[in-house]
């Protein structure tokens, strides 16, 4: 029996807070729309001017959402830069006295059209080098034999003649300067400069 009254008593107490609470709320409503009818009565004699206009509200601005990474234009960009820094950086190589393309060069040459043929607004100034043998105006031939023979390969694979320069250096612009077979080999070579 003591149980039953505890409950009884704890609903009456739970009740009786959730009334006050919710005749609070109320009153206080009625009390600000009484606040409201109070102000709107004009005091007797005196002139009333009319309301302040509310001011309009601030424009919303949307700010267009941040890219999350680099643009399609981007990308784009950084592959063709990529892909002619690949073609320049691979030479095309040549045995001794010879301006003949081996199988390795062919090779090399067709990647180098695979590019070209993707990005054909590339100009390719095609560069003739020989070791230090020879006198310098029959290395500045031979360069020149050199620069030729991969342009005409390139050619003959569609890539277009007038894309192309070719240069001669001979000998003058070694990419070693050493005095044995090894360095002399790197030195006979076609360079390729993208415009």
């Known amino acids: 029996m003591k149980k039953k009254m505890w409950i009884v008593l704890a609903l009456l107490c739970v009740i009786s807070v959730f009334l006050f609470t919710a005749s609070c709320s109320k009153q206080t409503v009625k009390a600000d729309l009484q606040d409201g009818k109070d102000a709107a009565k004009p005091a007797s004699g ?38 002619l820094k690949a073609m320049a950086s691979e030479d095309v190589y040549f045995d001794y006295d010879s301006a003949v393309l081996s199988a390795a060069a062919q090779n ?36 020149e034999r050199r620069a030729e023979s991969a342009k005409s390969f390139l050619v003959s694979l569609g890539v277009n003649a ?11 612009k070694p990419v070693d300067a050493g005095k044995d077979e090894s360095a002399w080999a790197k030195n006979r070579r076609a360079h390729f400069v993208a415009e």
């Open 46 to 83: 005196s002139v009333v001017a009319a309301p302040a206009p509310a001011p309009a509200p601030a424009p919303v601005v949307q700010k267009a959402p941040e890219p999350v990474g680099p643009s399609a234009v981007e990308i784009a960009a950084k592959e063709k830069s990529l892909a």
């Open 108 to 143: 090399v040459l067709k990647n180098k059209s695979i590019i070209l043929g993707k990005y054909s607004g590339v100009s390719v100034t095609i560069e003739g080098h020989c070791d230090e043998r020879g006198t310098n105006e029959y290395n500045l031939a031979l360069g």
């Open 162 to 172: 007038s894309r192309f320069k070719t240069i001669s250096y001979g000998e003058e």
